[in-house]
């Protein structure tokens, strides 16, 4: 059996009791002394306060996004590199490729798979196969790399890219779109984000 408990008098207790009945519900630590503006006056280096007051940083990073970045201008280079050169069969048997055949391999791509992409229903037919393009591993890596490049690589390493691929690729360069070239996970990757 547990001893009883004695109360041992009136002494002073340690902590205060907390009541939220009636009385004011702050609880406040006891300050051995209190601070006054003289004790709190901070020593400052008059060096370091000039050089702060000097300083005329604008408030607003202004980036110039016009200009194309280091990758940018590697990929426009590799592109222009490949269409300097002659024309292949592969190239001429992707210039007859029509619309039609385009969006029947794209429609053929979709039935694949179990449910339809929510998050391209704004994008053309032929950025859709760009972009898929890009995301399939088996014909190499898409990132620092021309997608006609790309494409004649896998062709030479026997991986049997899509003749469709090439012939959007070959339309977007009649059209001087260069930008067709550069994959969008590429852009995504090496992107320049604005802090505001």
Known sequence: MAPKR???GNTKQAQSTLAFHGQSTKVTKPTSTPTSSKTKKTKQD???AES???TNLPAVASPDLEEPTTAEIAIIDQAEQEAA???TAEEKKARK???AQIKKYWKA???VRNAPRVHQKE???EEKVLREWDTSGQYGPCIGIARMKRWKRAHRLGLQPPMEVLAILLKEQDRNNIKA???HIDELMSSRFVET
């Open 181 to 183: 070239q550069r994959a």
């Open 85 to 87: 050169q002659e024309e």
């Open 109 to 111: 791509k979709e039935s």
């Open 123 to 125: 994008l053309s037919v």
């Open 97 to 99: 490729v029509t619309d």
């Open 52 to 54: 702060i007051v000097r």
């Open 46 to 48: 008059p060096a370091l």
């Open 6 to 8: 004695r109360s041992t």
